[in-house]
């Protein structure tokens, strides 16, 4: 049986919505921003957030039925920030394969370095609406889903199978995570390196997998040449 429409917002309706929407933005920012601030582990009131967003308590209580949803709506709105920028990042209508590799480590790198609380957030649990165990280990999974897809396109393109290619993303975003972690904590040797050379490093042993890869079913990719010239080459010479 097919739902029944929803009758139109009124325009009443329609404002109190995005006014409602642009409150709950400015909570969240506002905890954000508190959570930068603080000490790694401190606690911060809800009391503390409203006041920072300058709203009064009782609307915190309207907008989120308790700490925990904040924390997860929080995750998630973080979440949904970063990820915007690491997809515009891998976006491969502009740039080599390099250039495109480049810079979404490069964005993963600061972002990593210049937001720790951030950081912590993500990997102290989910958000409100994934089944991954925390924010960080969903945002992997969000960079696979996205890789996997352009990989699927890139290989219909040019008639390839894409199967060969099938465990990379979740191999490759693994490793430059795992990485950037122990860069940042100053954990092992990579401490030495400037954020220039871990960023240049991973992106060389990213395209080595994934040229291993294209070599392995008869493609030869040129990593400095624009993707998009690469891929019209490759489907007037491969595709069927």
């Known amino acids: 049986m097919t739902a029944p429409l929803q009758p139109p917002l009124s325009g009443y309706d329609e404002r109190w919505r995005e006014h409602n929407t642009e409150r709950r933005a400015l909570i969240l920012r506002a905890a954000a921003q508190l959570v930068e601030q603080a000490p790694s582990g401190a606690d911060i009131s809800v009391q503390q ?4 967003a300058g709203v009064a308590k009782s609307v ?19 979440l949904d920030e970063l990820t915007a920028e690491l997809e515009a990042d891998l976006d491969i209508s502009t740039g080599s394969l390099k250039a495109i590799l480049s810079r979404t480590i490069t964005t993963a790198a600061g972002w990593m370095s210049e937001h720790p609380r951030l950081v912590e957030l ?33 290989a219909a393109a040019v008639g390839a199978d894409s199967h060969t290619f099938t465990t990379i993303p979740f191999v490759v975003v ?16 990579m401490t030495i390196r400037s954020r220039d050379e871990i960023v240049e490093a991973l992106t060389d042993i990213t395209w080595f997998v994934l040229d291993g890869a294209s070599r392995a079913i008869g493609f030869n990719v040129d990593p400095d040449q624009e993707l998009t010239a690469v891929i019209d080459a ?5 595709a069927p």
């Open 122 to 154: 993500l990997r102290a649990g989910p958000t409100d609406d994934t089944t991954a165990p925390d924010a960080m280990a969903e945002l992997k999974q969000r960079i696979v889903v996205r890789s996997l897809d352009t990989i699927d396109a890139i």
């Open 49 to 52: 957030i409203a006041d920072r």
């Open 60 to 78: 915190m209580y309207r907008q989120f039925k308790g700490k925990e949803d904040l924390e997860r709506t929080l995750r998630r709105f973080v």
């Open 234 to 238: 490759l489907s007037r010479t491969h």
């Open 174 to 189: 693994t490793m430059v995570e795992a990485t950037l972690t122990s860069w940042i904590r100053e954990e092992t040797a």
